[in-house]
Structure formats: structure tokens, C-alpha cells
């Protein structure tokens, strides 16, 4: 028995919601408009309708060197979460397939070194990159993205890993598969998804974390977040060129983001809510 | 059927993992522990002893530390708060049929995705300005004066920035919780004649009991280390009016140059945080054994 909303009280749900969401979503939409207006544009008051200028999305290029710390974020979202994938696949992979009695224990205590404040240990972190010469690099902050979502990577991975059936194993060794076309043909294949949901949350996560990246780099390393943070200072008047840099950091993101429900859901639950 | 040969695979798979995550938490950690008992300012390096109890001793008995202790634990509830009542509010209405939900859907989730200093610099700016946000700009409508929100209520200003971010969080998980509610327990309750109010009080509420729980921990683990927010819109301040335990050790250690005290900050935090995450660990593990 199919239960029938009336018609009538469908579209006063589907007022209420979307009054409510684009209450949420106007800081934004607001950021998207006011980054096609002109800078005495912005600060005029509100307005919806932007005159339509590319001027600020140039400017921030020419004059703020947007390329690079787009670059940096690149570069160090990618290449911290590759790194992750290529520890951590093994480690799920052998607790998901051999658990032994220490398997669940091993796991509890790498989400255990998430909880440690990353402000508790800036001190130490700050002086050995200072001393290694790590400070404003990109190597530097790859490792230490690497570092901090490990254990992230490692659970998603883990529960991904766990579904697959491990009677599908068992099958192929009968018929005499080596242990190398076992991955290679059969593990593989039904691996992938979940990696590539991993990879698409941490790209995610790496991308938007904002305490290492700024307080490790100051100019040549700076990813989005840390070039964002540096408009803090002046006051009004740049406003449609913040607009503008802030739709160029969060666009791809968020698009990704729009993609990943289901796997953010899962990712960051630890697999508690799917 | 794990012979000796795949056992000792499977170990040497894990090491990599297991040994980095072990150098990671052990080397910073010991290291800020040590500092935490030494006289270490970056001004004066070669000038270092060992201190005793005396930097824990200069982060208790200053003003600033209970603050920012209150600080950080009204941050932490104000943004449950918020995002709990609100997220369950919005898992309920994007359950309900409608058109277009799909893009709702994706609207209501979006600011998860806003890096955190784009997040605060907008509100900042775009929203909050006592002279040119668009909140000033509404007030100034209606006759009203604008609320010059970061000097009047700078914590406040920031709990409606960070609760912003993770409302999507909270509604995201709360809505897949409720999709998961047996669509025929919904129907047998309500041909039993039990109404709108009974059947979220003893059906819908206790099915989200477990997903509520995981975003509260979750939240919490993030929260407690809130900090771009309050670096590009306060500052920390006025004073230390919205200074948090983070805030006030990155204060100590790159604007005081106090390594030791710093570091002394840095324990407490540990401590702090240990204690929210022996509830969390509780949570997650007894998930572990379903």
C-alpha cells in the first residue's frame, strides 16, 4: 500500500525546502554573483543582478598570482592522498582478507592518533620543518596531509574491503590461481570502486584543510586556503576580487563534493551510517 | 584457511602503515611533552633549562587559559546545538516528496565543502559587515541598526559561521539514517492511529538515536580544533573574547615565540581531547563487533 502525498502538499513541501535551502546556499550564490561585479559594485548594497564583469577572476591572476597556490593545492591534495592510497591499500587489504585477533585492535588505535589535537603538536612539527628545511614546501605538506588522513584512508579502505566476498577467493585458489592473478583478475576489479571512493573523500578533506596548510607555508608552498587567508587583512574594497579567488578555490571541490554523498556519509562515519 | 606464508604477508602489507602512524604519534608527542618542562623561548635559543612545573603553572594561573577553555567547550555545544536540531528539522523535510529534491539536496549540502577560510571570510565580509553585509543591509530595511557582529558577539559570530559548515554534515547523516527507516514500521504506526508527534517521538527519533550519536562525536573531534574560522575573522579577540585553547597555544608558540609554554598548552589540549575521545572510541568500536 503506496502511501500518495496530494499534489497540494507536495508543492507546500517543495516551497518550504527550497525557501530553507536557498537560505543556506546564499552565502555562495552570494560570492558567485558578487564575483562578477565591479569592486564599488559590491559594497552598494544588495544585489542580485551582478553587470556581468570578467575583470576580477583576471585581475586575481595577474595581480595575485592565483596559478600558483591553485597549483600547490593540486599538487598536494593529489599527491598526499596517492601517497595514503599506496600505504594503506596493503594494510586494509590484509585486515580485511587475514584478520587476525589483533586486526580490530591495530584499527581502534590508528583512529585513536586522529583524536590527538594537531595544535598540540605544532611546536615540535614547526621546529623539526624548520630544521629539516621543510618549511614553504610542498613535500613538507604532502607528508603531513599523508600523515593526518592515514588512518581515515586505512578505515575506508578497510570497510570497503570487508564486503567483498571471501568465498570468491577461496574459489579461485581451488581452480589454481596464484596468489599474484588472484589480485590482479579477481580482487582488483571488485576493489576499485571503493578506492576511488577513498580518493575522491581525501581529495576532498586535503584540499580543505586549513591548520597545517597555513601555519607550514608562507609563500612558495601556499595552497588555496592559505591564499585566501591572507585577504583577511584588508578591509572592504577587494571584495568582488575575494569573490572572485573564493568561487575559483571552492568550484572544483564542490562539484566533487555533489558526487560524494553516499561516500562522505560512509567515509566519515567510519562506516557507523551508510 | 590462512597458512603461516599469507599470515606473514599479511604482516609485512600492514607494517608500512602501522610503523608510520607509530613514528607520527610517538616523536611529536614525546617532544612536546619534553618541551612542556622546559624554559625554551625561540627569541633566546641557546638560553634553555629545565623548568619544571613552571609552564603549566603560567598557563593555569592566566586569565586567558580559563577563557579560552570556556571558549572552546561553548563552541563545541552552540554548534551541536544548532546542527543536531537543525539537522534533524532538515533530514525530516528533505524525506518528504517534493520536486526538484534532488537539487535541494544539493544546495542544502554545499557549505560542507567551503574551505574554512572562504567560509569565515565570507560571512565576514559578504554577510556579517556592520557596513556593507548583507545582514546590515536587511536591518537598515526594516529600520533597525545593524549589528556590528564580530565586536558585539564575537564568539557567538563565530559559532554561526562553523555551525554553518557542519549543519550539511549533520543533515547529510541524519537523512541517510532515516532513509533506512523500514517504510512498513512507519505505515503499521500510523494505521494505529498514532499521530505526527507520537510517531517521531517513539519511531523515527529512536531509529536516529545511533546516527545522532555518530555525528555528536565526529563533530566533536573537528570542533574541538576549530581555528581558521577565528584566525581570519577575530583574530581571538577582542582581548580574548573569542580566543579557544588552539587559538591561544598558536598564539603562545608563534607569536610569543614560548616554546615551552606552548607546549605545556599543547598536554592540556591532549588531555582535553583524550577524554572526548575515550566516549568516541566506545561508540566506534562497539560498531566494530556488529
Known amino acids: ?274 | 584457511m590462512a597458512t603461516r606464508q599469507t599470515r606473514t604477508l599479511a604482516r609485512i602489507m600492514m607494517m608500512p602503515s602501522v610503523l608510520l602512524l607509530l613514528v607520527w604519534m610517538i616523536v611529536p608527542l614525546a617532544m612536546t611533552l619534553w618541551f612542556s618542562f622546559q624554559n625554551y623561548n625561540l627569541l633566546n635559543p641557546a638560553n634553555v633549562s629545565w623548568a619544571g612545573l613552571f609552564n603549566y603553572q603560567f598557563f593555569y594561573t592566566d586569565p586567558a587559559f580559563f577563557q579560552s577553555i570556556w571558549n572552546t567547550l561553548l563552541i563545541v555545544g552552540g554548534v551541536l546545538f544548532i546542527t543536531i536540531v537543525g539537522g534533524i528539522a532538515l533530514a525530516l523535510l528533505l524525506d518528504q516528496p517534493m520536486f526538484g529534491q534532488g537539487i535541494v539536496r544539493i544546495l542544502v549540502i554545499s557549505p560542507f565543502f567551503v574551505m574554512p577560510p572562504v567560509a569565515a571570510l565570507i560571512w565576514k565580509n559578504m554577510i556579517m559587515h556592520p557596513g556593507y553585509g548583507v545582514l546590515a543591509d536587511l536591518f537598515k530595511v526594516f529600520g533597525a541598526t545593524p549589528i556590528d557582529w564580530f565586536a558585539q558577539f564575537p564568539l557567538l559570530s563565530i559559532i554561526i559561521i562553523v555551525a554553518w559548515q557542519w549543519l550539511p554534515f549533520a543533515t547529510l547523516i541524519l537523512l541517510t539514517s532515516l532513509q533506512s527507516l523500514d517504510g512498513e514500521q512507519k505505515e503499521a504506526a500510523e494505521m494505529d492511529g498514532a499521530g505526527l508527534v507520537a510517531r517521531f517521538w517513539h519511531l523515527t527519533l529512536p531509529h536516529m538515536a545511533r546516527a545522532i550519536t555518530v555525528v555528536i562525536l565526529i563533530q566533536t573531534i573537528f570542533l574541538l580544533s576549530v581555528y581558521a574560522e577565528i584566525l581570519v575573522t577575530t583574530n581571538g579577540g577582542p582581548g580574548y573574547a573569542s580566543t579557544n585553547l588552539p587559538f591561544l597555544i598558536y598564539r603562545t608558540a608563534l607569536l610569543g615565540y614560548d616554546v615551552g609554554g606552548a607546549s605545556a598548552g599543547g598536554v592540556i589540549a591532549i588531555v582535553l581531547a583524550n577524554i572526548v575521545a575515550l566516549f568516541v572510541m566506545r561508540a566506534v568500536g562497539k560498531n566494530l563487533d556488529r
Do not use: C, H
Open chain 1, 1 to 274: 500500500m503506496a502511501r500518495t502525498a496530494s499534489t497540494g502538499q507536495k508543492i507546500a513541501w517543495t516551497v518550504v525546502a527550497w525557501v530553507i535551502a536557498l537560505v543556506i546556499f546564499f552565502p555562495i550564490l552570494y560570492t558567485i554573483i558578487t564575483s562578477f561585479k565591479t569592486e564599488p559594485e559590491a559594497i552598494a548594497g544588495i544585489s542580485l543582478i551582478p553587470s556581468g564583469t570578467f575583470q576580477n577572476y583576471i585581475d586575481v591572476e595577474t595581480q595575485r598570482d592565483y596559478f600558483r597556490p591553485f597549483m600547490n593545492s593540486v599538487i598536494i591534495s593529489l599527491g598526499s592522498t596517492v601517497l595514503a592510497l599506496i600505504v594503506a591499500i596493503p594494510a586494509a587489504w590484509s585486515m580485511a582478507f587475514s584478520p587476525t585477533r589483533r586486526t580490530k585492535d591495530i584499527l581502534m588505535w590508528m583512529l585513536s592518533t586522529k583524536m590527538m589535537p594537531a595544535v598540540a603538536v605544532l611546536v615540535p612539527i614547526y621546529l623539526l620543518f624548520r630544521d629539516w628545511g621543510l618549511l614553504d614546501s610542498r613535500i613538507g605538506l604532502t607528508v603531513m596531509l599523508t600523515l593526518i588522513n592515514l588512518p581515515i584512508v586505512v578505515w575506508m579502505l578497510y570497510t570497503y574491503f570487508r564486503e567483498i566476498p571471501g568465498e570468491i577467493l577461496e574459489a579461485s585458489r581451488m581452480d589454481g590461481a596464484s596468489l599474484w592473478n588472484e589480485i590482479i583478475y579477481v580482487l582488483t576489479p571488485m576493489a576499485v570502486p571503493g578506492i576511488a571512493s577513498t580518493l575522491l573523500l581525501n581529495i576532498i578533506l586535503a584540499w580543505n584543510e586549513a591548520f597545517w596548510t597555513i601555519r607550514l607555508t608562507t609563500t612558495n608552498a601556499a595552497p588555496l586556503t592559505a591564499f585566501i587567508a591572507s585577504f583577511s587583512s584588508p578591509q572592504g574594497l577587494f571584495w568582488a576580487k575575494l569573490s572572485a579567488a573564493s568561487t575559483m578555490a571552492i568550484a572544483p571541490i564542490l562539484i566533487m563534493g555533489w558526487f560524494s554523498q553516499r561516500q562522505l556519509v560512509r567515509g566519515l562515519t567510519f562506516g557507523a551510517v551508510k
